[in-house]
């Protein structure tokens, strides 16, 4: 089982990112997959999941700025990021959780000008 996450990288105040996580070795469209961060120091934290039924779930602090979607014929989530702030900077994990959780190495996403 992999989990691959990618599109991380320097993006200025205001901005706009999109993460991708690409699954392999699971039946993904059975899974509940979600983004997870963590700043420096800070605890991780669920900033977006998504059911396999299409209930979606926010972090108060990223709603109304980011979406979360899934193609299960490729296997992928996305975390669209937009409106992007200082705060949003930190390590993002993709995680597929059904029983279990698979969880991705981490994209760094650093917001700053």
């Known amino acids: 089982v992999q989990l691959q996450a990618s599109g991380g990288g320097l993006v200025q105040p205001g901005g706009s990112l999109r993460l991708s996580c690409a699954a392999s070795?699971?039946?993904?469209?059975?899974?509940?997959v979600g983004w997870y961060r963590q700043a420096p120091g800070k605890p991780r934290e669920l900033v977006a999941g998504l059911s396999t039924g299409g209930t979606t779930n926010y972090a108060d602090s990223v709603k109304g700025r980011f979406a979360i979607s899934r193609d299960n014929a490729k296997r992928t989530v996305y975390l669209q990021m937009n409106s992007l702030k200082s705060e949003d900077t930190a390590v993002y994990y993709c995680?597929?959780?059904?029983?279990?959780?698979?969880w991705g190495r981490g994209t760094l996403v650093t917001v700053s000008s």
């Open positions: 995680v597929a959780r059904r029983v279990g959780s698979y």
């Open positions: 070795g699971i039946s993904f469209d059975l899974y509940w």
